[in-house]
């Protein structure tokens, strides 16, 4: 599985951004057999997980400094996973990743080693 992760930018704040992760995928294989998480790294900050969905995008979790102005959401036809961000603040302003692994179980998994595959990053900058 490989991951292109694009969509950042410069935006200010208050305003809006939409990340897009695409797969690809051996014919083999099928990207609902992998739950999609998006982790981000601030400027001298360790990588923090903010967000995940399910196989089928049925089920979504947020971390809360996201909750309520991040929205995750994903097109199994499509191999894409997006990020609909709003309300952005400067404290937003960092290297957005996605990464997946193989179905999730029944807890969300927020770590670094529990993702098998990482895309580039895509860097998101937020002014006051």
């Known amino acids: 599985v490989q991951l292109q992760a694009s969509g950042g930018g410069l935006v200010q704040a208050g305003g809006s951004l939409r990340l897009s992760c695409v797969a690809s995928?051996?014919?083999?294989?099928?990207?609902?057999?992998?739950?999609v998480a998006w982790f981000r790294q601030a400027p001298g900050k360790e990588r923090e997980f903010i967000t995940a969905?399910?196989?089928?995008?049925?089920?979504?979790y947020y971390m809360e400094p996201v909750k309520g102005r991040f929205t995750i959401s994903r097109d199994n036809a499509k191999n894409a996973v997006y990020l609909q961000m709003s309300s952005l603040k400067p404290e937003d302003t960092a290297v957005y990743y996605c990464?997946?692994?193989?179905?999730?179980?029944?807890?969300?998994?927020?770590?670094?080693?529990?993702?098998?595959?990482w895309g580039q990053g895509t860097q998101v900058t937020v002014s006051s």
């Open positions: 969905i399910s196989w089928s995008g049925a089920s979504t």
């Open positions: 995928i051996s014919s083999e294989d099928t990207f609902s057999n992998y739950g």
């Open positions: 990464a997946a692994r193989p179905r999730f179980g029944s807890t969300w998994l927020t770590e670094d080693s529990d993702y098998d595959y």
